[in-house]
């Protein structure tokens, strides 16, 4: 049992490590690719082609990959409010606003998590720890992106506009999170986001046709090898990575991304565009990793279930090996395995 769960700490290791580093870069190449593709083209073409080739791969290795009606018409909204409202949207408020302003507002999405699980009547409760660390999170990356904000920053239709974007973004984003955690599909999560990232895909295709913007797009040399970076990174790899830690991490958890991916671009501007590093950076940062350390290792509190499951009954989760449920029933503020690693995890440091 002991060899289980270092096995499974060491993934969820590593799937933050994916999702906070590969998102954060991703920051970088939608900035060179959306200088010649519309925002929806840009979307469509790399959810389209990483969608239909994760798909072909899982079919190869002997997966179920066809879904029934119920379930396809679930993938459709979680690809719907993960893709577009959740990420091609942020492409269309960055014209309205500047790129800090968007990612600050976008740190509100742990908010928007927290606020639909407490609607919810199997939400996660998440402890005072852990809002605080989501609060401080919020602080952290407001002073990361100080310097920015406070230059020619002026309040108008167009900045309002471009807010109410983001913000909308940042629940929807939840909203699909949500959705895709508590999805029974009787498929592996590799499936499940292969279809969520196909028709998600498919939608920003015909949005591209409705607005004129598939005929605008200019295919540069610098532009494909971006949307290439965004397909492999971005998508294939950190959205897998991303949708493996719904399935076995809190959200709360998870959603900590949105703070750690903005340090992660502020860096690698420095390593590779040679942007200076400021005294708000620092301690913008070092706000931002006490807020993850702060997240990850708080408990979360788990509403009781009417009836208790037997206790030799075994959960299993996403082609996990099952766990015993009476590990995870009883107790009102059980630990999720792996959150002894609060701070390894935190200090791991990243939309896709």
């Known amino acids: 049992m002991g060899g289980e769960n270092s096995s499974f700490r060491l993934r969820v290791i590593i799937a933050f490590a994916l999702v906070y580093v590969l998102w954060g870069s991703t920051f970088l190449a939608i900035g060179i690719a959306v200088k010649h593709i519309p925002p929806l083209v840009l979307a469509a073409t790399r959810f389209i082609v990483a969608g239909a080739l994760m798909l072909a791969w899982c079919a190869l290795r002997g997966k179920r990959v066809r879904l029934e009606r119920h379930e396809l018409l679930r993938m459709c909204l979680i690809g719907f409010l993960l893709l577009t409202t959740g990420n091609a949207m942020l492409g269309l408020a960055e014209t309205f606003i500047p790129t800090g302003l968007a990612a600050l507002l976008g740190a509100v999405t742990p908010l928007c998590f927290l606020v639909l699980e407490r609607l919810s009547r199997r939400g996660e409760r998440i402890g005072p720890r852990g809002l ?3 609060l401080l999170g919020l602080l952290g990356v407001a002073v990361l992106l100080w310097p920015s904000l406070r230059q020619g920053l002026h309040v108008g239709h167009r900045e309002l506009l471009g807010a109410g974007f983001v913000l909308c973004c940042s629940i929807s984003w939840a909203g699909g999170s949500i959705l895709s955690k508590r999805s029974a599909l009787q498929v592996d999560p590799y499936t499940a986001t292969a279809w969520e990232m196909l028709l998600g895909g498919l939608i920003n295709l015909l949005l591209s046709f409705a607005t004129g913007g ?25 959205f897998t990575a991303f949708v493996w830690l719904l399935h076995h991490v809190p959200l709360s958890k998870v959603s900590t991304h949105s703070y750690v991916n903005p340090i992660v671009a502020v860096l690698l501007g420095w390593l590779i565009l040679h942007e200076q590093i400021t005294v708000y950076i620092v301690a913008g940062s070092v706000i931002v990793v006490l807020s993850v350390i702060l997240v990850t290792g708080a408990k979360r509190r788990v509403r009781p279930a009417r009836i208790a499951p037997p206790a030799d009954t075994a959960v299993a989760l996403a082609g996990e090996k099952a766990v015993p449920a009476s590990a995870l029933a009883d107790d009102d503020t059980q630990e999720e ?13 990243e939309q896709a």
């Open 337 to 349: 395995p792996g959150e002894a690693l609060a701070g390894k995890v935190g200090m791991l440091g």
């Open 214 to 238: 598939i005929f605008e797009a200019v295919w540069t040399r610098d532009a494909i090898w971006a949307v290439t970076y965004l397909i492999v990174a971005g998508s294939w790899i950190g």
């Open 132 to 134: 605080a660390g989501i």
